[in-house]
């Protein structure tokens, strides 16, 4: 999905809301770090972190759906990936519930066997856990997996989880991203 735009939102309405001082400029970093290094960033005036995260998980409910949308060759990468009987799952930080009713919105439910949402891991993404959860439900080994991500903390959840990681980079903000292959349009995954 296409989501930078609303992940920025749901940011800068949190922290306003919160009276968090930020810089706006790094609103691209944000998006593409943990919420915990973006807490730990920015200043937060002593609001504990829960708060912080059940406030950004509440304004990405009236946020964020209405401002995503797949890319364009979304459903058929997923098609093709599906017809060469590979299995597929998500890994979100958004809830398990939004995540299914959005893929519905759009048709692109039927394609992933498995969504891990943010309520199913006790430690989210750079940390490989759902990863691991990924691997045990398709009993896979991870040199047999990959990770197709489109931010730095997906990469490195792939890394501490031993798969390939390939980095979704439509923005072209990355020439190399350590050992992981960097593709700028899904298409890419299909050969």
């Not at 002593?46 to 459903?75: C, H, I, K, L, W």
């Not at 519905?104 to 969504?115: A, H, K, P, R, V």
Request: charged share 30%.
């Amino acid at each position: 999905m296409d989501s930078t735009h609303a992940e920025k939102m749901c940011y800068m309405g949190t922290f306003d809301r919160l009276g968090f001082s930020y810089d706006a400029s790094r609103l691209d970093a944000y998006v593409n770090q943990s919420l915990e290094a973006t807490y730990g960033e920015v200043g937060h005036g002593g609001v504990p972190y829960d708060r912080f995260v059940s406030d950004f998980m509440r304004e990405a409910q009236g946020t964020f759906d209405s401002n995503v949308a797949p890319f364009p060759e979304t459903e058929e990468v997923l098609k093709g990936i599906r017809d060469m009987g590979i299995p597929m799952c998500i890994a979100t930080r958004m809830g398990g519930r939004r995540a299914r009713a959005l893929l519905e919105s759009f048709g692109l439910d039927g394609y992933f066997d498995l969504i891990i949402g943010a309520e199913d891991v006790a430690r989210h993404k750079p940390d490989p856990e759902c990863v691991f959860k990924a691997l045990d439900f398709h009993d896979v080994r991870a040199e047999d997996a990959v990770f197709v991500g489109d931010s730095p903390k997906d990469m490195y959840a792939a890394e501490a989880g031993g798969v390939e990681g390939i980095l979704i980079d439509r923005a072209h903000r990355y020439d190399s991203f350590g050992d992981h292959r960097i593709v700028r349009d899904l298409r890419e995954l299909l050969f």
